[in-house]
């Protein structure tokens, strides 16, 4: 993982269906993101809060960051307030989330939580979830999101996005 130039790897852990199949997954990350480069951020999200709480367990004291990964139509407040109580790192809100909460990205920032925006992949919504301010973006469609963040200088403010599948780049 990430040999290169600095990167933001977000890696989206599928939900467990029982304790010991979410301690295989974590000691799978743990292997899997054990050569992440030094300046390669890791964030492992999920919707499944259960295996977060293991996955920060397995991989306490490294440098991998965790997200509460908020399900379509669950409200913004209550993602952030997950996030906040479980220690996570980021808040990981769905786009309908978003555009029904949009100051959730400002009390997320003066609470210290990063947010990302997921799917993003409408030239309007790209534009309006980067001018709320959010960390990075999750799009089916990375070419796209790369020419409007760069026509908005928001690609130095907002150096992650990731592509869900499927991307074609």
């Known amino acids: 993982v990430g040999s290169r130039a600095p990167a933001h790897l977000v ?3 599928k939900p467990a ?3 010991a199949a979410a301690a295989r997954t974590a000691r799978a990350l743990e292997a899997a993101l054990a050569g ?27 440098r991998v960051r965790t ?5 379509v139509g ?8 997950g996030a906040l109580d479980a220690g996570h790192h980021e808040a990981h809100l769905g786009l309908d989330a978003l555009l029904r909460a949009p100051h959730a990205v400002r009390h997320a920032r003066q609470l210290g939580v990063g947010v990302t925006a997921w799917t993003v ?7 309006r979830v980067a ?12 070419v796209l999101a790369r020419a409007v963040l760069q026509d908005l200088h928001c690609l130095q ?8 599948y499927p991307a074609r780049l």
């Open 157 to 164: 403010a907002m150096p992650a996005f990731t592509a869900s």
């Open 121 to 127: 992949n409408g030239r309007e919504d790209l534009r």
């Open 11 to 13: 890696v989206e852990a």
């Open 17 to 19: 269906a029982a304790a």
């Open 74 to 81: 669950a409200p913004a407040h209550l993602v952030l307030r």
């Open 67 to 71: 997200a509460a990964l908020g399900s």
């Open 36 to 62: 992440a480069s030094a300046g390669t951020t890791v964030t492992v999200s999920s919707f499944d809060w259960r295996l977060l709480s293991v996955v920060r367990s397995a991989l306490a004291g490294s």
């Open 131 to 142: 001018g709320w301010g959010v960390d990075a973006v999750i799009t089916d469609d990375v």
